[in-house]
């Protein structure tokens, strides 16, 4: 099967700064998965030598508040002008954003601020009379993805481990699912565009693993904020998520890559769900299919420990996966906290008991 | 002596062809300059013209013009023109050089390049093809097979693809795809009785004669069936067919539908080549990069330089009749011209 990679990629390429960033945390993503970010930054300033500012004084950007109507547009654009407002304090230029609805979010601001300018000159009154603070738009925005994408040649260099079946030797099958607002809202701000993008298929072909397609591969993942975040609604939010594991399944993938906290968090949590609800799972045993995100797959593949990076909080357990891929782990360490104390483990990982 | 001043026409199609042949009649010198290594144009491409299936063969039959006065340069792409001294200069890029009284335009149409839809898969999903692969396979006298070599069960036609869609820069409409979507699906199901054939269409702007009766025909004799819906994305599946996701605008419905074989009907677009001829002189491109009209009632011919005119698809999409119309109407006004000029 002809699979999408970095070759289909003719329209898109955007600019991705290379070094000396700051970075817009998710809101969400620390409860989720909190070692995702933490190895990114990792990644970037131990693996890669790039400098990034990781400011504790920046706020959520309130782009799930924004999209459910509960924050006015003039509230989001006074938002992330402060952001902006600190990373100028900070002398920073090149913004990194890890959460893609906050992706989606700046973009659509600084869209709004080209096509309107009055619409910046109140966000710029306004944060000034509730901050005192000036801001500059940044020179550049990228997704943690992007800069992850960058130098996924030099990862691929300096990782030990590769996106391989080490006892059959074949490349791990890995289907990508690309979060919406990464390209759908603005495809030049994506790499390779919104139709094929190809942010993920090129780090899973730069690992050495084989990217797959698959027919719902665009389809969203249920995360859209008006379904889940209203009750009654959740079974839209859930059946989406069902449409896409339906799809996948006959490609039986070895892998889930996804580059949006929510993705990442419904891919893996609605699997144990569909699986209560209707007894069954989408991969060949119990347990369902993995599902990672970007930054937590280099840091399996650069050496780190994946109980030091938060790979337990995954409903899916990882363990099979790390065994395929030959990643040495200590199973007993999986659930110790910081201080190496033990924690109650759940009563159980996967999707079937 | 009038009737011995030179015309060039850059464009060697239909429109070009027979502008040529009515020009020489009436006694000009003509030079028409091709780009190609052959004349006729995108007619070379297509296996049979709507709505009576007639063969494009037998239009370029009665156009190739003969006559001692007429002389032909293939493969050169006129790059610039110039007016000096009531004459028009011609430059390629190879240095030739040509001088005319009066120039007539027919630089004709390009197709949509459908690999711009990235959403509709062609170039990506091998079972997805344009309506001009189509032609050249029907024209090759093959049958049309999947790519691993079946007789499809089931082909879904899409129909604007580049055509009115602001997104790609289209906003016009290609007036020429629906009754070429309705000829195509007639085609497939005389080539392949078993086959379900489906067209996916936004209007169906049959405006021509004998086009209503074509598009009934399709859906009582061949059982065609006719959606009105949007494609919004294809998919393929692990068998290489391909899964469409519309909207049944009719039922007000999203639907997915399961096909063999998807063939996108391709808009037109103006020639690539007009945006260079229009510097150093006075023609200009409409909204829809084609060239304007001095009148686009009563002077369609007349570009905005005088003494420069148009004929056929360089002013809008044209069908084939209404092509040699426009040529005939063209050759005309470049006589007035001329006529005028001499007295």
């Known amino acids: 099967m002809k699979t999408l990679n970095s070759d289909n990629q003719q329209l898109f390429d955007k600019e991705i700064a290379g070094d000396d960033y700051y970075y817009?945390?998710?809101?969400?993503?620390?409860?989720?998965?909190?070692?995702?970010?933490?190895?990114?930054?990792?990644?970037?300033?131990?693996?890669?030598?790039?400098?990034?500012?990781?400011?504790?004084?920046?706020?959520?950007?309130?782009?799930?508040?924004?999209h459910t109507d509960i924050v006015p547009f003039d509230t989001f654009q006074a938002i992330i002008a402060r952001q902006f407002a600190l990373m100028k304090e900070k002398g920073a230029v090149n913004a990194v954003v890890s959460c893609i609805t906050s992706f989606g979010g700046y973009h659509e601001v600084l869209e709004t601020w080209k096509e309107f300018p009055e619409e910046k000159r109140k966000a710029q009154e306004n944060l000034k009379k509730a901050t005192g603070r000036d801001f500059d738009v940044p020179k550049n925005i990228a997704h943690a993805c992007d800069i992850i994408y960058k130098y996924r040649h030099e990862i691929a260099r300096l990782a030990p481990y590769k996106l391989v079946n080490t006892h059959t030797g074949e490349p791990l099958r890995v289907v990508d699912h690309v979060g919406c607002h990464y390209a759908k809202i603005f495809p030049d701000k994506a790499v390779g565009g919104a139709e094929k993008t190809t942010v993920l298929t090129a780090m899973i072909e730069a690992w050495g693993g084989q990217p797959v397609n698959y027919p719902e591969r665009r389809h969203c993942c249920g995360f859209g904020f008006r379904h889940y975040l209203v009750k009654p609604n959740r079974s839209y939010s859930i059946s989406n998520a069902r449409k896409k594991f339906e799809s996948m399944q006959p490609y039986r993938p070895d892998l889930i890559l996804t580059n949006c906290p929510g993705c990442n968090m419904f891919l893996d949590r609605w699997q144990y769900a569909l699986a209560q609800i209707e007894g069954k799972t989408y991969s060949d045993d119990k347990n369902g299919i993995p599902v990672l995100s970007y930054e937590e797959l280099a840091g399996l593949l650069l050496g780190y420990d994946p109980w030091h990076i938060g790979l337990q909080m995954h409903q899916v357990d990882l363990e099979p996966l790390l065994k395929r891929m030959g990643i040495a782990y200590s199973a007993e360490a999986k659930y110790r906290n910081a201080k190496g104390i033990p924690m109650t483990p759940p009563k159980f990982t996967g999707c079937l008991e | 002596m009038t009737k011995k001043k030179h015309i060039a026409i850059i464009g060697g199609g239909i429109a070009g062809l027979e502008a040529g042949s009515v020009l020489t009649r009436q006694g000009y010198k003509v030079t028409i300059i091709e780009?190609?290594?052959?004349?006729?144009?995108?007619?070379?491409?297509?296996?049979?013209?709507?709505?009576?299936?007639?063969?494009?063969?037998?239009?370029?039959?009665?156009?190739?013009?003969?006559?001692?006065?007429?002389?032909?340069?293939?493969?050169?792409?006129?790059?610039?023109?110039?007016?000096?001294?009531?004459?028009?200069?011609?430059?390629?890029?190879?240095?030739?050089?040509?001088?005319?009284?009066?120039?007539l335009l027919a630089t004709g149409l390009s197709v949509f390049d459908a690999s711009l839809k990235e959403e509709y898969g062609y170039g990506l999903f091998i079972n997805v093809i344009t309506s001009s692969d189509f032609e050249r396979i029907h024209k090759a006298g093959q049958k049309l097979l999947t790519a691993q070599g079946d007789p499809p069960k089931r082909v879904a036609i899409i129909h604007c693809v580049g055509s009115r869609d602001a997104k790609v820069g289209n906003g016009y409409c290609s007036k020429v795809c629906c009754i070429t979507g309705v000829k195509q699906a007639i085609a497939i199901s005389r080539m392949l009785p078993e086959c379900e054939v489906f067209n996916f269409y936004m209007d169906l702007r049959l405006y021509g004669s004998k086009y209503d009766a074509l598009y009934l025909e399709a859906q009582k004799r061949h059982q065609i069936q006719f959606i009105r819906g949007r494609l919004s994305e294809v998919s393929e599946n692990q068998d290489q067919s391909l899964q469409l996701k519309a909207e049944d605008t009719l039922q007000g419905r999203p639907l997915r539908m399961q096909a063999d074989m998807i063939l996108l009907l391709t808009g037109l677009e103006a020639a690539r080549q007009n945006e260079n001829l229009c510097k150093n002189n006075h023609l200009e491109l409409d909204e829809n990069r084609f060239f304007k009209s001095e009148n686009m009632q009563y002077h369609r011919n007349c570009s905005r330089q005088e003494g420069i005119f148009m004929a056929g698809s360089c002013i809008c999409p044209m069908s084939v009749n209404e092509t040699l119309d426009s040529a005939r109407s063209a050759a005309i006004e470049v006589d007035n011209y001329l006529t005028q000029k001499e007295r």
Do not use: M
């Open chain 2, 35 to 103: 780009k190609e290594n052959k004349t006729g144009g995108l007619l070379n491409h297509w296996s049979s013209l709507f709505p009576d299936f007639s063969l494009p063969g037998e239009v370029l039959a009665r156009i190739q013009p003969e006559n001692p006065d007429l002389t032909l340069i293939h493969n050169t792409c006129i790059e610039s023109i110039k007016k000096e001294n009531g004459r028009f200069e011609l430059f390629d890029k190879r240095h030739l050089k040509l001088y005319a009284d009066a120039l």
């Open chain 1, 24 to 66: 817009l945390r998710s809101c969400i993503r620390q409860n989720f998965f909190p070692g995702a970010e933490k190895v990114f930054l990792d990644i970037l300033t131990q693996k890669l030598g790039r400098k990034i500012i990781d400011d504790e004084h920046h706020t959520t950007c309130s782009g799930i508040g924004y």
